[in-house]
């Protein structure tokens, strides 16, 4: 039988550690190769048929077939890559996970919103419908757990709606013996101590609300739709939400536009509490409707959008340093989020189901809900055959099985984009994140 090196290895060599590393992309493997090891290593990748070295090194040989580094020649590994990816979209989970949007109303008038503004809510009829959707989807699976998220327009528009609506499903789980988690989306203009109270009382863990900079900055992007500013009012509301709730995200959307202002925002001391969590919202032309705003050279490269990410991570005080274990467990995916899996869906007013929160226009749904169930059109089946093995750029990719090709709806939409977004974003992930492997054991020496 004959044997070549795998396409998805990976070889990091790094000078402090003496040695260097060796990961699958596919398998998830991670090995270190001491200086004493290395030649003998390379020449098994590069040679596996070489049988007089295969023997001299017949246990090394087993254990890099065994994990994946060396395969069988006629092996089509971006077919494994694709039976993984389809056995994931299929698979039923442990978890239950519905994104509902109460209305497409705002109050607000963000200068890059995407969405086209519209007096629509959740009505009593489209109300009914998720609920007897959940209740049979509860009732038919084996879940263990079911997530909630809210979103909008802007979805405390509709707090009673919220409240009401949380309570039932809340009360649907303990029904069924299921625990409930949800999480609210909300830019946070209406969030007052009172109602964020209900709110935690009536089932929401945890809140997200965006700041876009400083306050000059964020009042330049983020206003009411009377023009009128919303700094102030957006950093009581993280005040009262980090009060009450156990987790808050706060949420920093960056372009070329405000980039260097983010380094001020970091500076806000408020910021940093136990409960705050701060994150990069990656704003680029996910759309037709994002590209008039934000064409592609004012959106970030995935490399300067991956050094963003790790630059907020680390301005936080209390973040630890993870360690070597943390480290090492890559985590192996087969494929993004909820809208390439079959049960990924979002609701919206008139009970239509979407499968992504970049796609709420109405010509972009994928069914409706109607007697409990899930009616679906042909959309849906086109999102879950979007096979990111048959992109041009993924297929040829060594990190493909890292990354699932990016965010389903960028890839379907800005294939041409993809290596400048996503590409670049995961290459220095990996390079950063085995530099860090490295440093922790090299400091082990």
């Known amino acids: 039988?004959?044997?070549?090196?795998?396409?998805?290895?990976?070889?990091?060599?790094?000078?402090?550690?003496?040695?260097?590393?060796?990961?699958?992309?596919?398998?998830?493997?991670?090995?270190?190769?001491?200086?004493s090891n290395y030649q003998n290593i390379r020449d098994l990748l590069s040679d596996p048929n070489n049988i007089k070295l295969r023997n001299a090194e017949i246990d090394k040989f087993q254990k890099m077939l065994e994990l994946g580094f060396i395969v069988e020649e006629e092996t089509d590994e971006l077919s494994l890559v694709r039976l993984r990816h389809f056995n994931g979209v299929f698979k039923s989970e442990e978890y239950f996970a519905l994104t509902i949007i109460l209305t497409?109303?705002?109050?607000?008038?963000?200068?890059?919103?995407?969405?086209?503004?519209?007096?629509?809510?959740?009505?009593?009829?489209?109300?009914?419908?998720?609920?007897?959707?959940?209740?049979?989807?509860?009732?038919?699976?084996?879940?263990?757990?079911?997530?909630?998220?809210?979103?909008?327009?802007?979805?405390?528009?509709?707090?009673?709606l919220l409240i009401k609506l949380s309570q039932t499903l809340r009360q649907l789980c303990s029904d069924n013996g299921l625990s409930y988690y949800s999480a609210l989306i909300t830019n946070g203009y209406l969030l007052t101590y009172e109602l964020?109270?209900?709110?935690?009382?009536?089932?929401?863990?945890?809140?997200?609300?965006?700041?876009?900079?400083?306050?000059?900055?964020?009042?330049?992007r983020r206003i009411l739709k009377n023009g009128n500013p919303t700094f102030e009012e957006i950093k009581r509301a993280i005040l009262v939400a980090a009060d009450i709730f156990n987790k808050v995200k706060v949420r920093i959307n960056v372009d070329r536009d405000n980039l260097t202002s983010i380094d001020n925002l970091?500076?806000?001391?408020?910021?940093?509490?136990?409960?705050?969590?701060l994150g990069v919202g990656h704003l680029k032309d996910y759309s037709d409707v994002?590209?008039?705003?934000?064409?592609?050279?004012?959106?970030?490269?995935?490399?300067?959008?991956?050094?963003?990410v790790k630059k907020v991570e680390q301005s936080t005080p209390r973040k630890k340093l993870p360690d070597l274990k943390t480290l090492i467990s890559i985590p192996v995916k087969s494929r993004v989020c909820g809208a390439d899996h079959k049960d990924g869906f979002c609701i919206g007013p008139g009970a239509r189901v979407y499968k992504c929160l970049s796609a709420l226009d109405i010509h972009e749904a994928v069914g409706y809900l109607k007697s409990g169930?899930?009616?679906?059109?042909?959309?849906?089946?086109?999102?879950l055959m979007n096979d990111p093995t048959e992109q041009t750029e993924c297929c040829r990719c060594n990190i493909l099985p890292l990354c699932?090709?990016?965010?389903?709806?960028?890839?379907?939409?800005?294939?041409?984009?993809?290596?400048?977004?996503?590409?670049?974003?995961?290459?220095?992930?990996?390079?950063?994140?085995?530099?860090q492997i490295a440093s922790c054991l090299a400091e082990r020496r």
Not at 122 to 143: A, F, G, H, V
Not at 272 to 277: E, K, V
Not at 290 to 308: D, H
Not at 405 to 416: L, S
């Open 1 to 35: 039988m004959k044997y070549r090196q795998s396409f998805y290895n990976i070889l990091y060599e790094d000078a402090k550690m003496k040695g260097a590393l060796l990961y699958n992309t596919f398998t998830g493997a991670l090995i270190r190769i001491d200086d």
């Open 104 to 160: 497409f109303s705002c109050n607000f008038k963000c200068i890059y919103c995407y969405e086209t503004p519209q007096n629509k809510h959740l009505n009593e009829i489209d109300l009914q419908e998720i609920i007897r959707y959940t209740k049979t989807k509860l009732q038919n699976n084996k879940y263990k757990k079911m997530y909630i998220g809210w979103y909008g327009g802007e979805p405390l528009l509709c707090s009673e």
């Open 196 to 220: 964020g109270q209900i709110l935690k009382e009536s089932g929401v863990d945890e809140i997200q609300i965006t700041l876009d900079g400083p306050e000059l900055i964020h009042n330049k």
């Open 266 to 277: 970091l500076k806000e001391r408020w910021l940093y509490r136990d409960n705050i969590q």
């Open 290 to 308: 994002c590209s008039l705003w934000n064409p592609s050279n004012l959106a970030l490269t995935g490399e300067e959008y991956y050094a963003l």
């Open 373 to 383: 169930k899930f009616w679906p059109n042909k959309r849906y089946a086109n999102w």
């Open 404 to 435: 699932m090709g990016g965010c389903p709806y960028y890839r379907q939409n800005r294939a041409e984009s993809i290596n400048r977004s996503i590409c670049t974003f995961w290459r220095a992930f990996l390079h950063s994140h085995l530099g």
